[in-house]
């Protein structure tokens, strides 16, 4: 049976995690930038996050804030979506070529 070892060793797994960080660290570097950005926003430009939209009683800093809700569940779903699709085969396929499944 293959140790943990023998598998870090693999070409596959080596792939395996190239496509994984190909995916993962640009994801990750633009939801930082858009949270970084709302966080700059509301130290540096109050005025601009305090404006009222239409008229009512919510602000382009509410809008942002709650945006943070939705791209932090979209990014979500895109993760998911990549890793059923891309990832979990790849690493299915590796799993059972070292257990001898395949």
């Known amino acids: 049976m293959a140790t943990a070892e023998d598998v870090r060793e693999t070409p596959e797994f080596a792939e395996?995690?190239?496509t994984f960080r190909?995916?993962?660290f640009p994801m990750a570097?633009?939801?930082l930038a858009w949270y970084a950005l709302y966080v700059l926003l509301a130290a540096l430009a109050p005025e601009f996050m305090a404006q009222r939209l239409g008229g009512?009683?919510?602000t382009v800093g509410l809008v942002l804030g709650l945006g943070q809700f939705v791209s932090t569940f979209a990014i979500t779903m895109v993760y998911r979506s990549w890793a059923d699709r891309t990832y979990d085969?790849?690493?299915?396929a590796?799993?059972?070529?070292i257990e001898g499944v395949a």
Request: hydrophobic letters at 45%; aromatic letters at 10%.
């Open 22 to 24: 190909r995916f993962i």
């Open 16 to 18: 395996l995690q190239r």
């Open 94 to 97: 590796l799993r059972e070529r």
């Open 56 to 58: 009512s009683t919510i």
């Open 29 to 31: 570097a633009l939801f």
């Open 89 to 92: 085969p790849q690493a299915t």
